[in-house]
Each structure stands twice: as structure tokens, then as C-alpha cells.
């Protein structure tokens, strides 16, 4: 199945295919379809409570969907056993909104967590990957604070710095400026880039902060409260010109 994104040739390394998110009888969006290229920067994006968060939900396997199912590399995960459904997640790390650090514990022990949980190695060798994964989002030296102790954009750093604890192919961020001031986004943004670059890795943003979407987006799809489907897809700078009055309305915010 090609995704309206995808040009012949292209080889989609995550596909969500007719997926519908409902609460009971309420649906939130119906029929989602499309494809995210390796090494891509692919945003969602659209107006509060149009499902974004809820659409990353369901496709790192927290939430699932009424109907349809999210594939990667054309292996579904919703119609998987549990347990190649805990495989296929180890290859995905996930940035939440708030962050969700454990307060109780440092910054190097919250980052090794999930290597002494899901990695299998020992405290002292998951305390200097934790170290090293802190380095790379400019926290060096902060291995010992609490995140009570941080700004937000740290916590946000250093949230990252745990996403990226295990090495993942696919990085899906939540809203990641999200209460952070023009200065500290755009930092983000930046650090966002440059992981991206060096990694090599997907990363899936769920946003909709203009900036972060223009700077980061290589293919975004636009999600429609009202109508309860995605009435959007491509680049961000050619959806400006959308047929779709409110796609291009919320894409020019500002700059009237």
C-alpha cells in the first residue's frame, strides 16, 4: 500500500493505515493514512483537541484504535502478539509532554533506567551510557541534580537525553517546547536537529508551535477537529497554500 506522501520507490519505515481513535462511541478521528520516511522529521500537527497526542498514543502502543492499525517496516504492531509488540516498542523512544522524570531520582538515574530495566546492564556501566546521553543534550555536569533542581527546558533536555537511553530508530516527541520561552524553544528545536543529524533517527513531533513547525517538519499532516480526519499532508511550507481554508489559517497565524 503507498501513502499518499510516499514517491514510487520510497519505502516507508512507519505506516498508519485506516486508523480510527475513539472513546466508546466517540469517535476523535477516523480513517488516518500515512507513511513517515527513515530519517525524517514528521510533524502532526493541528488546533487543541484535535487528537495529536492521542494519535502518537496509539502509534507507541499505549492507546489502541477503534479500527486500522500502525505498521513498522510493514510489520503490523496492533495485530502482533504481546510480545513482538514489547520488541517492536524497544525500538521507539518517547518524549512526553511533561517530561515525566521521576523526581525522587537523579538526572543520571533516570536515564538509567530503561538500560537497567531493558538493556540488562549493570549500574555501573548504565550510570556512564546515562552520563554520556546527558553530554549529548548539554546536561554534562547536572548527572547529579534533581529535576526539581532544573529549568524546564533542562527537564525537557533531559527528557530527551532518556528517550534516547536505548538508542532508538524512531524518536516521538510530544509537544516538546510546550511552556518553554521563545529562547529555550528554539534551543530545542535546535538540539532536536542536530540529534537527527548525528543519529540518524525518525523522529515523530507532535506540535503546534509555527516555528518548530516551518524549522524541523520535512512532512506534516494536518488533523481536523471538526471533521474528525486529517485534511492535510505534505510539506509544511506547501501546505501555506492549501485548498483547505483552516489547514492554511492555521499555518499563517501571525503573519497577516
Request: glycine share 10%; with cysteine; hydrophobic share 45%.
Amino acid at each position: 500500500m503507498n501513502s499518499p506522501g510516499l514517491a514510487v520507490g520510497d519505502k516507508a519505515q512507519i505506516e498508519v493505515r485506516g486508523l480510527t481513535m475513539a472513546y466508546g462511541a466517540k469517535v476523535v478521528q477516523e480513517d488516518l493514512s500515512f507513511a513517515v520516511r527513515r530519517g525524517e522529521i514528521f510533524v502532526i500537527m493541528g488546533d487543541s483537541g484535535c487528537g495529536k497526542s492521542t494519535l502518537m498514543r496509539h502509534m507507541v502502543g499505549l492507546i489502541e484504535p477503534a479500527a486500522g492499525d500502525v505498521y513498522y517496516e510493514g510489520e503490523p504492531y496492533w495485530a502482533s502478539e504481546e510480545p513482538r509488540r514489547d520488541a517492536l516498542k524497544r525500538r521507539f523512544g518517547v518524549l512526553f509532554q511533561q517530561a515525566a522524570l521521576w523526581s525522587a531520582m537523579t538526572l543520571e538515574e533516570n536515564v538509567a533506567l530503561p538500560l537497567l530495566e531493558h538493556a540488562g546492564l549493570g549500574a555501573e556501566e548504565a550510570g556512564t551510557v546515562a552520563r554520556l546521553k546527558l553530554a549529548l543534550v548539554g546536561l554534562a555536569g547536572f548527572e547529579g541534580h534533581y529535576p526539581a533542581e532544573l529549568s524546564g527546558g533542562m527537564r525537557k533536555r533531559a527528557g530527551l537525553a532518556r528517550a534516547m537511553a536505548l538508542d532508538p530508530e524512531i524518536l516521538y516527541f510530544d509537544e516538546p517546547s510546550a511552556g518553554l520561552d521563545p529562547l529555550s524553544s528554539r534551543r530545542l528545536d535546535d538540539l532536536i536537529l542536530e540529534l537527527r543529524d548525528s543519529l540518524g533517527a525518525t523522529i515523530v513531533l507532535v506540535t503546534h508551535e509555527l516555528p518548530s513547525i516551518f524549522e524541523l517538519g520535512d512532512h506534516a499532516v494536518f488533523l481536523d477537529a471538526e471533521k474528525k480526519t486529517m485534511t492535510g499532508e505534505g510539506r509544511p511550507a506547501d501546505l501555506v497554500k492549501s485548498p483547505e481554508a483552516k489547514v492554511q489559517a492555521f499555518l499563517s497565524r501571525g503573519r497577516r
